[in-house]
Structure formats: structure tokens, C-alpha cells
């Protein structure tokens, strides 16, 4: 079985074209980790060559965090030509029960598509369960949040609903938990700062793709190594921030980090529980 | 009343949902400094969804930095909503006087809805009062400069608009004046280079919207201390520049110093003048 | 003939506008270098609005990168106006050879519009000129790099299709060639590590329509001294670089040093070749 680290060191050696439709506010940082961890991302969202353009990736990052009619059918194209072509596949439902527009464009790429992974916080992750959720905007509720003290009822909650839907459900929070319905991965990286900068959870879901496309074998180790290598990021961008340094350094920070990682920092840092 | 501090503590405190639709230059910082306040941002624009999101939300920022047919839909729409909710709206006209697009969106939009504020620098603040301005693009022509020879002349005509359009006008250059039409703060805060870094405009009206959500009652001191603060944040952005360090890193370092300000580190650098 | 830093002193004394029609991924680094090298920004898409922007401008760059059919209607109708008014205008064909609908839109606008200059990578380049490459998504394929021992080949094919496109063509890559059919430059700054970044390339497009606009009488020029900053800047973005800093932070080090460049500096740093 793969180490966290050798799923790193597998992107690194493959370096994947991983193709992303994804939301105008983290793009770049999007971007950027993509590359920092190994891969390469291409943006690409236009109905009209969109299966083209999955067609050479290795991998399809699909998020909606600024959806809009034209780019839904993008997501919709994109998705059943990279399904049929074999290639993992991510979802990242960035505000779902937020909008009526978000849960259904959300659960209407469910049906038409076969995810691999779905990446989001609690609250998005419980709306596509149960078809409902408290979300607060893009962020999770309170309420939902996963903790030492909630963790074996979420686990349970969780585990059963990704061997129904056959796929791996990666909820992130201050408790990241991965599983694809047998095992299921609780993994303690990251720090709290990371909630106040846009973007890491869809950076996140960006180099999970990644991830993913790069250890086909191993997918749920991929995807929790993942998450485990962006907490660590997290953590070692915050432990070299300055007194005058606040949330921008610190985005910057983590994305240097994941650059200047390798698979055996990630294997030293990580901190992944298997239940 | 409310020190600019105690604004900024009602941020933190209540950590409203901002809606904005915005451009995407500088969306990201927008989403950043409104995380850095204490704030919450969602960035929507579909016209499928923003009514809904908008009532989920405390405010409603528009920037029209990079409207589009479609978009223009999407900002009246969430517009007449917010504002049937009672939500703070603020509009930020960029670069109105560089197109007759430009233009007539800004007075088209001030005309659906009422917008509780108005931000931009003082050639676009013309274009809408008068109906022209000499605009360089999205930067406010020398021309229009507002300096200490023309501040009684600039109080005069913003007051006088602003009392006649029933709201906040908040125009932004080297000296900032924010008035409701009877009273007007002026502002010496911030520093030359903020100008030479993209989107420091397009942050403030994200923040002063979420200072606006915050504070209701007190909606022409929120807006004065939203502008102090981004001000303060670029002094002291600039204050620790490094040699080699110039327009990128100023970039972060205002959102740092931005997520770093607490209301006492504002009331102590604030710079307002009441007239 | 003016050196490199006569194009970029040009530059910061002229100011001139710029109007980008570019992608959403590095649009806000193309905005940001664009203020860094003295210049200004204005991003509009909207084809209700590109030909009046593009009239208060001084020069046009368009960036296929996220093209959409929207957004490719305005490209047309921003460059025709542009090149009515005889403004200098810059195609980046970002991904030529990754789709169909990126080679025949870049192929297309080539043959409405009269391109001053077309800078991409190889792969992108060689899609163009002869109608195939074997492009890696955005990033130039292996086998399409330019090497000391690919070096005369490379120039004599370059040479060829700008004599008979009568273009400026602006080939970067880790040899970096500009040549208007006549004359070949070879530019030997940068760092590998731009690479692992995104949106140098879009960067450079955006600075070298500056320099291109500030430097009307000596085009070629103006675009080999944009392509050595943008370089030069790589190398001391990267020489300040900390052992924690990684690809986020090069990022915005490479925006710093173009910021505090002057013309002495770049003619210091500068290494190009003619042959």
C-alpha cells in the first residue's frame, strides 16, 4: 500500500494534465497548486471544446463555485467524456445548500456522472446526503462541524453514505475525514487559519485530482494523502509566518510549501488514522 | 457613536455574509480582505441563484469592473432582492466614464435599486453625478485629483449629490471623503503606492459593504472606517516592505495588516476629520 | 536603436493604456504587472463595450486562455477596432494545439486581425505556423523546446513564418527568441522555475503590449526588452527567495522586481543576442 509520500512522489514522477472547471475566485491558487504538487492544470470551461480538452488531461476537477448556465453544460460534457475515457473524476460542491441552483446543478452531476471523489465541507457533503444542510454561504455551519466529540457518529454517517453512492467522500474541517465506505481515513492535519483565507479547500480538491489520476491504483490512499499533504502545508506556512504577517502571506506561504515538499516530509507529517 | 475601532469589532463580532458580484480581476483579494475583516464572502452571479444567495446574506457588493450582458441581469436582480430585504447595497461603478456601457449600467442600476453606498474614485463619482467625467480607463483622470487646493470645492459638490441621491457617496484618492450629504469625513490614510497595485478600490467596497452589514445603525461611520482601515492597512503594508519587496508583496501585505487590525490598532491610526 | 531599458523608461513615461481581453486564471498577476512596469490596465470583454475601451487605449493584448464564444466575438471586434486605429495588438494563443476551437480561433483572429506580435511557447507557435504541435495542455511539449543544439533551427523556422506572417513573433521558453522575419534576438534571462509558476507567459503578453505601445517606432525592440525584464525579474524574484519560500512567494517576487526595475537595471541584466 502507498504512503502518503509516494502518492506525492507518484504525481511528481507523472506529472498529470488535470483539467478544471472551476469557480473565478481561487483559479489561480487553483492553478498554482496544481503545479506546486507536480501536475499541471489547464482551465477550460467553453462547451465547445471541452471533451477535447479532457480528452488529453488524465484527470477532471469539476467545481461549482461560481456556476452559471453556460458553464454547467461544460461540467456536464466534460464529465461524461472523461467517464468514459476512464479518468478520475472530483466534484467539489462549493456552496451546495446554499442555492436551490447549487444542491440540484450539484446533485444533477451525481446522476449524470460517476465521481471518484467529492470534496466539500460537512455542510455541502450532509446537503447531497440527506437534501439538506445548514450551510452558512461557502462555509460550513457550525452545527455541522466534525469534532472529538461527534467524529464516530460522522464517521458512521459517512462510511454508509459513500458505500451507497460508490465513491470517496473527503469532508474537510478542523477533523478531515476520508472514505470510500469501508475504510475510512481521520486525518489531523492543517491549523485554523486555513478557514480564513479563500481557496484551500478548492486548491484542496484541485490537487486531489491530481492525486488521484497519478495513483489510479490507490485511490482512497491517494485521496486522503491529499488531504493530509495540504494540512501539512498548512501547518508549515503558518509556523514560518512573521509578526507582521496575516492571512495573505499565509496563502502564499502553503502553496510553497506544497512546492517544496516531498514524499518524505509528507510521510514525516502526516497525521492519518485509519477506522 | 461608533469609532471607526468599534466598527470594525462589530465585524469580527457578527462575521456577516457579504454577496458579492464582482469582477474577476480582483476577485480573489476582494474574497480574501473580506475573510480578513472578520467577514464571510460569497461570490455569486448567476441570475438562477442570486436572489437566493443574496437572502441568505447581510449585504450585497456590486462592482461592474467587469460587467457582461449576462451579469448586468444577474446585479439588478440581486439588487431588487437585497433591497426588499432591507440589506445594505453598495455599488461600485468601475470604470464608469470609460464606456457608455459602463455608464448606463451605473445610472441603470441606481435607478432599480437604492444603493445605501457609492464607492469609486472621484472621475467615476463625476461621471454619475454629472452625467461626465474624464476617466483614464478604471483610474481616475489627474484632473479630478482631490487635493488639499480642491477639497472645499470637492466637499461641497459630493455633499450636495450625495443629499440629492439619498446616499453614501465614498470617493477614494489621495485624500478620502465619505459624506452622506450632511456631514463629511475626510480621510488621510493610505499611501501613494496602494494605487499602483490592482483591486485596492474593489477590496475597500467588498470591506466597507461588510462594515455597512455590520453596522447598520450607524451606516456613514462604517463606511468612513472601512475606508481608514484599508488606508491604515497600506501604511502599514508599506511600513514593512523589505528592499527587494514592491507592488506584489505590498498586495499581501495589506490584506495581512487587514487581518492583524484590531479596533483599537484602527482608532489609534485612523485619520478622519469630520466637516 | 533603443536598448532594453530605453523601451522600459518609455514605458513608465508614457504610461500608456492597456486593454486586455485575457483569461481568468492569471488575469489579476497580468493586471498587477502591467501597474508594475508603469503602465495601466483595463480588462473588458463585453463586446457591448471592447471597441470604445479599446479607443481610449494605447494597445490591445488578447489571451485565448479561457476563451468562450462569447468572449471570442469580443476579441474579434476589440481587435478590429484596435487595428483600425492603428493601436499595437498582441495575440497570446494559450493552448493553440490543445483543442480545435483554440487553433481555429487563433488562426482565425490571425486572419482578421494584424497582429503586431504573437508570443506563446513552441508547441503554440509551431500549431500556428504549421497547422500541428504536440502541446501539453498550456506548457510547450519536450520536444518542441528550444536548446543550444535546437538553437539555429529554431531561429531559421522562426525567421521564415514572421518574414511571411509579417509579425513580430516571441517565442519563450528556456531560450527565449524574437524575431520580425529580418532580425532574430535570443534571449538568455529567466529561471526554470518560472515554469512552475502560472501565468509568467500571460504576464509577459500583458507587459510586452505595454512596451509594444510605448515604443511604437521600434517594435521589435521593445518586445525583446519585455521579454529580458520579465526573465531578468524571474532571476531576481528568485535570488531573494528564503529556504521556506517556494513557488507562491517567486510568484509575487517576480511582480516586485519588475516594479522596482528601472531602465538601468535591465540594461545591466539584460542578455540578448542578434543574429
Same mark, same amino acid.
Given at each position: 500500500?502507498?504512503?502518503?509520500?509516494?502518492?506525492?512522489?507518484?504525481?511528481?514522477?507523472?506529472?498529470?494534465?488535470?483539467?478544471? %472547471?472551476?469557480?473565478?475566485?481561487?483559479? #489561480?491558487?487553483?492553478? #498554482?497548486?496544481?503545479?506546486?504538487?507536480?501536475?499541471?492544470?489547464?482551465?477550460?470551461?467553453?462547451?465547445?471544446?471541452?471533451?477535447?480538452?479532457?480528452?488529453?488531461?488524465?484527470?477532471?476537477?469539476?467545481? %461549482?463555485? !461560481?456556476?452559471?448556465?453556460?458553464? %454547467?453544460?461544460?461540467?456536464?460534457?466534460?464529465?461524461?467524456?472523461?467517464?468514459?475515457?476512464?479518468?478520475?473524476?472530483?466534484?467539489?460542491?462549493?456552496?451546495?445548500?446554499?442555492?436551490?441552483?447549487?444542491? #440540484?446543478?450539484?446533485?444533477?452531476?451525481?446522476?449524470?456522472?460517476?465521481?471518484?471523489?467529492?470534496?466539500?465541507?460537512?455542510?455541502?457533503?450532509?446537503?447531497?446526503?440527506?437534501?439538506?444542510? !445548514?450551510?452558512?454561504?461557502?462555509?460550513?455551519?457550525?452545527?455541522?462541524?466534525?469534532?472529538?466529540?461527534t467524529l464516530d457518529g460522522a464517521v458512521h454517517f459517512l462510511k454508509e453514505a459513500a458505500g451507497r453512492?460508490?465513491?470517496?467522500?473527503?469532508?474537510?474541517?478542523? %477533523?478531515?475525514?476520508?472514505?470510500?465506505?469501508?475504510?475510512?481515513?481521520?486525518?489531523?492535519?492543517?491549523?485554523?487559519?486555513?478557514?480564513?483565507?479563500?481557496?484551500?479547500?478548492?486548491?484542496?480538491?484541485?490537487?486531489?485530482?491530481?492525486?488521484?489520476?497519478? #495513483?489510479?491504483?490507490?485511490?482512497?490512499?491517494?485521496?486522503?494523502? /491529499?488531504?493530509? /499533504?495540504?494540512?501539512?502545508?498548512?501547518?508549515?506556512?503558518?509556523?514560518?509566518?512573521?509578526?507582521?504577517?496575516?492571512?495573505?502571506?499565509?496563502?502564499?506561504?502553503?502553496?510553497?510549501?506544497?512546492?517544496?515538499?516531498?514524499?518524505?516530509?509528507?510521510?514525516?507529517?502526516?497525521?492519518?488514522?485509519?477506522?
Open positions: 500500500m502507498r504512503t502518503p509520500g509516494m502518492c506525492l512522489d507518484a504525481v511528481r514522477a507523472n506529472s498529470p494534465l488535470i483539467h478544471c %472547471i472551476t469557480n473565478y475566485v481561487t483559479v #489561480n491558487d487553483v492553478a #498554482n497548486v496544481i503545479l506546486a504538487c507536480g501536475a499541471s492544470p489547464i482551465m477550460s470551461d467553453d462547451v465547445g471544446e471541452v471533451e477535447e480538452i479532457t480528452s488529453i488531461c488524465s484527470g477532471l476537477c469539476i467545481n %461549482i463555485g !461560481t456556476l452559471n448556465v453556460r458553464t %454547467i453544460e461544460s461540467m456536464k460534457a466534460a464529465g461524461v467524456k472523461a467517464e468514459s475515457l476512464g479518468h478520475p473524476i472530483l466534484l467539489d460542491p462549493v456552496g451546495a445548500g446554499a442555492s436551490s441552483l447549487r444542491t #440540484n446543478t450539484a446533485l444533477d452531476l451525481m446522476e449524470t456522472i460517476r465521481f471518484d471523489a467529492i470534496r466539500g465541507n460537512m455542510s455541502e457533503i450532509k446537503t447531497l446526503i440527506v437534501g439538506s444542510g !445548514t450551510t452558512k454561504g461557502v462555509d460550513a455551519d457550525a452545527a455541522d462541524a466534525v469534532t472529538e466529540e453512492m460508490h465513491t470517496i467522500l473527503a469532508v474537510t474541517g478542523a %477533523i478531515d475525514l476520508v472514505t470510500d465506505g469501508m475504510v475510512c481515513y481521520v486525518i489531523r492535519n492543517g491549523c485554523p487559519e486555513m478557514g480564513h483565507i479563500t481557496g484551500t479547500g478548492c486548491q484542496l480538491s484541485g490537487m486531489m485530482t491530481a492525486f488521484l489520476a497519478a #495513483n489510479e491504483e490507490q485511490k482512497l490512499q491517494a485521496a486522503a494523502a /491529499a488531504v493530509a /499533504a495540504m494540512g501539512l502545508a498548512g501547518e508549515t506556512g503558518r509556523a514560518h509566518l512573521a509578526a507582521c504577517e496575516g492571512n495573505a502571506t499565509l496563502r502564499n506561504r502553503i502553496i510553497d510549501a506544497v512546492s517544496l515538499m516531498d514524499g518524505q516530509v509528507l510521510d514525516a507529517g502526516a497525521r492519518i488514522e485509519q477506522i
